[in-house]
């Protein structure tokens, strides 16, 4: 079936004592579930392109593609993910997975999957700057959609993702599109391309299962992290490494990188906004955007653990260049 499901298992218990605002989202989570009789791969949604209504948060603002270029991208991106370019994908997690996500200690309830809306996603690059050649990532990335789509806007692009079910997702997906670029099929871009997709950076488009708190993504010029189930503590080990990006680039996520709590803040970051876009268990989900201002003092030590994506085995990490 290469239609969608939506299938959530939320622990309550895991919940408890998080706040008002965390047991909010997970009630809104859970709502999307097809057991509360809500349809989610029996009919096909529309194509809903990014409006790029808001404020940009940074100047010059970031890269914005036309309805046509959407257009392209979304058939391209749901073409290789079976499909599924708005819908929410659900992969049941393999024993192996939930005992990974169990020894990394970092969420509530790995299995609890949803994603921001790609318009949503489209939005976002806009706002914040994101131009066609910067570095991105996204840590936690899923099935990969969004690292896919960054990659179709001009963007190096990397998804990073623990479990091993949704990187064979990943993984597929670029075998599907390495046959549409042989094919023919995915646009060159650039200026003189009637796709209106812009010129795809040479490096490509990469996923890495792993660890996010195994990979060196201190490169990232933009570094998405969605974070929703993540716990304080599993926030503040990637902030950790984070403080170590260029100044400059910018973090987008759940939490806020600079003010974990009233006792965890991190002086590397400063406060650029936040914005609200649609996720596919809420019509409007709000992601701080922090950015990097400047790095730890020299007396520190630079994280020496950390893996380059070439350093990462050849069965942990997929990708096409072209």
């Known amino acids: ?44 949604e529309p194509f809903v392109p990014a409006k790029y209504m808001g404020r940009a948060l940074q100047q010059p603002s970031g890269v914005r593609l036309s309805e046509i270029a959407q257009r392209c991208a979304a058939n391209l991106v749901g073409g290789a993910f079976a499909d599924c370019f708005r819908c929410c994908r659900h992969v049941a997690l393999s024993g192996d997975d939930v005992q990974a996500f169990a020894n990394g ?25 994101a131009r066609p050649g910067d570095r991105f990532y996204d840590l936690g990335a899923g099935t990969g959609k969004l690292a896919a789509l960054a990659w179709l806007a001009g963007l190096r692009s990397t998804g990073v993702e623990l479990s091993s079910a949704r990187w064979d997702v990943a993984h597929q997906a670029v075998a599907e599109l390495q046959e549409l670029h042989t094919s023919g099929q995915i646009p060159r871009g650039g200026r003189s391309c009637q796709s209106g997709l812009p010129k795809r950076s040479k490096g490509g488009l990469d996923y890495i299962r792993g660890s996010m708190l195994e990979i060196d993504f201190t490169d990232a010029d933009v570094l998405f992290v969605s974070s929703v189930m993540f716990t304080k503590a599993m926030v503040a080990k990637v902030a950790q490494i984070a403080r170590w990006m260029k100044p400059g680039s910018r973090i987008i996520s759940f939490h806020n990188f600079a003010e974990l709590s009233s006792s965890v803040s991190f002086m590397e970051f400063e406060e650029l906004g936040e914005v609200i876009e649609p996720t596919s268990w809420k019509d409007a989900t709000c992601f701080q955007v922090v950015q990097v201002v400047k790095n730890p003092s020299a007396e520190e030590d630079r994280p020496q653990h950390l893996k380059l994506l070439s350093e990462f085995e050849a069965a942990c990490h997929c990708g096409i260049a072209c």
Do not use: Q
């Open 105 to 129: 200690g970092g969420s509530f309830g790995a299995d609890t999957y949803g994603e921001l809306m790609p318009e949503g996603f489209l939005d976002i690059l806009w706002r914040v700057g």
């Open 1 to 44: 079936d290469k239609r969608a499901r939506v299938a959530w298992s939320v622990s309550r218990t895991a919940a408890e004592g998080l706040g008002d605002a965390f047991c909010d989202v997970v009630e809104e989570i859970k709502d999307t579930s097809p057991s509360n009789g809500r349809r989610s791969s029996e009919i096909s």
